[in-house]
């Protein structure tokens, strides 16, 4: 799992579910202040995200040491500018530089679900850190898709499930990356459970914990074994393709599926009903192709499940696509496109 997410062994563990990560890492690196108490995440994030912040914040402003802190402007939400979609990088990274006397984290979903555009991770890292805030991603949609180096972009931590590009089935056990600076602090406050004691006394039962020097240090419980089977199987599968040789067949099979998306809609002149959101910058973007469909979306939708194509259909008005390296061929995304353009004739004329 290391390697799918660029780090070290020891900064990666395997445990859990995304959400309850979410908090677990949260209680490590949220540490509010009286006068650095403020997170900067997108405005769109997936939504147990942005329940995850918010309960946070409630949780830390009802503690009594934290008297005077305000809980109700400690989130703030970067926003696309009027009638774009994409959050430009240029105003993420002025965003967190204007809050940089307040700002106690940064934490983004990369690619954004919604749309999915891809951040520039170490940039915003870069800045994140230059304004005294740390540094998290959930990377639900980014683990087993984009070439991530968290580790090397000296990235605080991660969060991400394995059951979306990594295969492991729903419900599949998520991972965590702490980076190795924060491994070897030993006084870092935490959530303790006895699989996060050093192995090496685990089971001479010590009264007090003893963190291990690594990931495995958040670990709670020992581990489900059966959804362990299923993601290792998966890992397996990657280690032998490789990311890189993924990545590579990613860009042009995302390259191809937008073409064939394009054409469809120029061909059934839709261009003011359905276009894509996603960003077209080759930095800006993953596996995932975000439509919007002002006009009978969820028709088109349905239209392509008949056809075989498992796409997914998001309120209020998102087709979301993905070309996936692993399992899809150029000869995949061929026939999509036919069914996409059957679908434009069919429910856009
Ligand atoms: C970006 C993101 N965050 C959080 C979640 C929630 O994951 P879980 O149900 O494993 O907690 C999802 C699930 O789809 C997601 O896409």
Not at 135 to 163: I, R
Request: aromatic share 10%; proline share 5%; net charge neutral.
């Amino acid at each position: 799992m290391s390697k799918v997410v660029g780090a070290l062994p020891t900064e990666v563990v395997v445990m859990n579910s995304l959400t309850t990560n979410i908090h677990l890492l949260l209680v490590s690196f949220y540490k509010p202040t009286k006068e650095r108490y403020k997170i900067i995440c997108e405005g769109s994030a997936f939504p147990s995200d942005q329940y995850a912040l918010q309960s946070q914040v409630k949780f830390h402003a009802c503690l009594p040491e934290r008297q005077g802190y305000n809980p109700d402007d400690a989130i703030i939400e970067l926003k696309p500018r009027e009638g774009e979609y994409a959050i430009r990088h240029e105003d993420v990274l002025a965003t967190i530089e204007k809050h940089k006397n307040e700002l106690a984290l940064v934490f983004i979903g990369n690619p954004n679900y919604y749309t999915g555009q891809v951040f520039n991770m170490k940039e915003i890292t870069d800045m994140g850190h230059r304004c005294g805030a740390l540094m998290g991603f959930d990377l639900a949609h980014g683990a087993g898709n984009l070439e991530l180096k968290l580790h090397d972009w000296n990235v605080d931590f991660a969060v991400w499930c394995s059951y979306k590009y990594l295969n492991a089935g729903p419900g599949g056990v998520a991972g965590a990356f702490v980076h190795e600076k924060h491994c070897n602090n030993t006084e870092l406050i935490r959530f303790a459970g006895w699989w996060g004691n050093d192995p090496n006394t685990r089971f001479t039962m010590p009264h007090d914990f003893v963190p291990v020097k690594s990931a495995d240090a958040w670990q709670l419980s020992n581990a489900p074994v059966l959804p362990m089977a299923a993601l290792r199987a998966s890992l397996e599968v990657f280690a032998d393709a490789g990311m890189e040789d993924l990545v590579a067949k990613r860009k042009k099979l995302n390259d191809y599926l937008r073409f064939v998306i394009n054409e469809a809609i120029k061909k059934n002149k839709q261009g003011k009903n359905i276009f894509i959101i996603t960003p077209e910058h080759e930095h800006e973007r993953g596996a995932q192709v975000s439509l919007i469909c002002k006009k009978n979306g969820k028709q088109i939708h349905q239209h392509l499940a008949t056809k075989g194509v498992v796409a997914d259909w998001r309120e209020p008005e998102v087709l979301r696509m993905a070309a996936v390296p692993l399992y899809n061929s150029f000869t995949d995304v061929f026939e999509f496109g036919k069914y996409f353009d059957e679908a434009l004739q069919l429910h856009q004329q």
